[in-house]
């Protein structure tokens, strides 16, 4: 997998991309990470990329002719790819686990990072997607393009070593994963329950299903309203 980055601030991605997973993934050669400053992408000669907004208002906002030199740039080093274009936007699109599975479907993603009051409209014309990490704002998108490049990036059959571990992740199943326990058996008077130490998988795998539901009924009972419960899960439930 490609993954560009457009941002007036890559040195925020040096550190946290070359780390874990992602890093390993770079190294060994399933995913490369291009990171440009559209600022070096201006046309004006002192290479400003925000301006004042039409019609009045506070703060600045960004020109849409750099980040649009910018794409180009990519799309004539790029021209066979695919590309999905993604403006990072407190207005767009709420970002979710489907969208990291759909996401790690691509072969080439283009991330664009605002800063400042936001973008020129026109910019968005230039996208495939507006997503929003969260119902709040942050001061650019950079952070919101990592929470995604690692949601995705995980998700990549090569990268995840154990690709079973992501299918029974919180919110890939449609539930909050069940509580999990490793040695020792017994700490502070606190003890792993019996039904995972006697091996019987059956038992193992209605503990864990039940617990899924419990904890999710308690924590998102929002998330159990968009699934669709199985005849196993309404008989767990009643229990
Ligand atoms: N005035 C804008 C508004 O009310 O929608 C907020 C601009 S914010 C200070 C600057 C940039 O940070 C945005 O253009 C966007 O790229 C990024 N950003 C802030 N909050 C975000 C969020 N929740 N999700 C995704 N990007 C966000």
Not at 59 to 76: F, H, R, S, T, W
């Amino acid at each position: 997998m490609r993954i560009d980055v457009l941002t007036l601030f890559p040195k925020m991605f040096e550190g946290p991309m070359g780390e874990s997973m992602i890093g390993k993934a770079q190294e060994n050669g399933h995913l490369e990470i291009n990171v440009s400053n559209f600022r070096d992408y201006s046309a004006n000669k002192h290479q400003t990329v925000d301006d004042y907004p039409y019609g009045g208002g506070a703060g600045m906002l960004l020109k849409v002719q750099p980040i649009y030199d910018n794409l180009e740039a990519i799309k004539e080093e790029t021209p066979a790819s695919k590309k999905r274009i993604v403006l990072l936007d407190p207005a767009g699109t709420p970002f979710n686990q489907k969208m990291a599975e759909d996401f790690s479907q691509e072969d080439h993603l283009i991330f664009i990072c605002g800063h400042y009051e936001g973008y020129d409209e026109r910019i968005r014309s230039l996208v495939t997607d507006e997503v929003s990490i969260g119902d709040y704002v942050l001061t650019g998108g950079e952070l919101g393009a990592m929470v995604m490049i690692d949601a995705t990036v995980r998700l990549l059959p090569e990268v995840l070593g154990n690709e079973l571990s992501a299918k029974a992740d919180s919110h890939s199943t449609g539930l909050l994963e069940h509580p999990q326990y490793t040695r020792p058996a017994v700490f502070n008077d606190m003890e792993v329950p019996e039904v995972l130490k006697n091996g019987n998988h059956k038992l193992i795998e209605n503990w864990q299903l039940k617990e899924a539901l419990r904890r999710t009924w308690q924590r998102r009972p929002d998330m159990l309203e968009k699934i669709e419960l199985t005849d196993e899960m309404k008989k767990l439930l009643e229990e």
